[in-house]
Nanobody
Framework: QVQLVESGGGLAQPGGSLRLSCAAS????????VTWARQVPGKGLEWVSA????????YYTGAAKGRFTISRDNAKNTVYLEMNSLKPENTGLYYC??????????????WGKGTLVTISS
């Protein structure tokens, strides 16, 4: 059974940093791409960043580029999202998701339950 468990969310001040983690189990983690996405109340799901299975390919939305870093440790079955220079508009419920293949161009077949990030002074 595929499980994705996010952690690391919380309250941070503008300009601060948070590191989100997504612990995976129930599948061969190193064979699949992973995405981080965000949901804001009243808005749709917004893609934030993605990483291929071998870490060679990473993608970021324009708002995340230069401030966020996605990484993964396949030995620990964990993907991370390091978020720096945080802004109030980064507030939301952050989900990690497993893709169907090693490429983030493939569809998503599993989601975690999310970790809440609140950026406020």
């Amino acid at each position: 059974q595929v499980q994705l468990v996010e952690s690391g969310g919380g309250l941070a001040q503008p300009g601060g940093s948070l590191r989100l983690s997504c612990a995976a189990s129930g599948f061969t983690f190193g064979n699949y791409a992973v995405t981080w996405a965000r949901q804001v109340p009243g808005k749709g799901l917004e893609w934030v960043s993605a990483v291929s299975s071998d870490v060679r390919v990473t993608y970021y939305t324009g708002a995340a580029k230069g401030r966020f870093t996605i990484s993964r440790d396949n030995a620990k079955n964990t993907v991370y999202l390091e978020m720096n220079s945080l802004k109030p508009e980064n507030t939301g419920l952050y989900y990690c998701a497993k893709h169907r293949t090693n490429s983030s161009a493939s569809g998503i077949d599993s989601w975690g339950k999310g970790t809440l990030v609140t950026i406020s002074s």
